[in-house]
């Protein structure tokens, strides 16, 4: 059984800075794809990041793009999300996701991926 577990959300003034992290266990990861999405209030949930587990390939939403950065540790199954410059809009419950087999490429769907997190919150005050 498949267990993600985030953590790192919390509350930052805009331009500030956070790390979260997702623990993976349960499961080999060699051809997945691991991914961060969020969903704030009264919005569907959007894709911000995914990173293949073996490789260099990663992709990111626009929104995020040269302020976010996702990256691995292999030994640790563990994926980072790092939030820099961060906005009010960046407010929202991060997910942290697993799509178990992908032979090439990164989906940005959300039914693509097969494990979740529980969530964590992010909040970004003005």
């Known amino acids: 059984q498949v267990q993600l577990v985030e953590s790192g959300g919390g509350l930052v003034q805009a331009g500030g800075s956070l790390r979260l992290s997702c623990a993976a266990s349960g499961g080999t990861f060699s051809n997945s794809v691991m991914g961060w999405f969020r969903q704030a209030p009264g919005k569907e949930r959007e894709f911000v990041a995914a990173?293949?587990?073996?490789?260099?390939?990663?992709k990111y939403a626009d929104s995020v793009k040269g302020r976010f950065t996702i990256s691995r540790d292999n030994a640790k199954n563990t994926v980072f999300l790092q939030m820099n410059s961060l906005k009010p809009e960046d407010t929202a419950v991060y997910y942290c996701?697993?799509?178990?087999?992908?032979?090439?490429?990164?989906?940005?769907?959300?039914?693509?991926?097969?494990?979740w997190g529980q969530g964590t919150q992010v909040t970004v005050s003005s």
């Open positions: 996701a697993a799509e178990s087999f992908r032979s090439w490429g990164i989906s940005m769907t959300a039914n693509q991926y097969d494990y």
């Open positions: 990173i293949r587990w073996s490789g260099d390939s990663t």
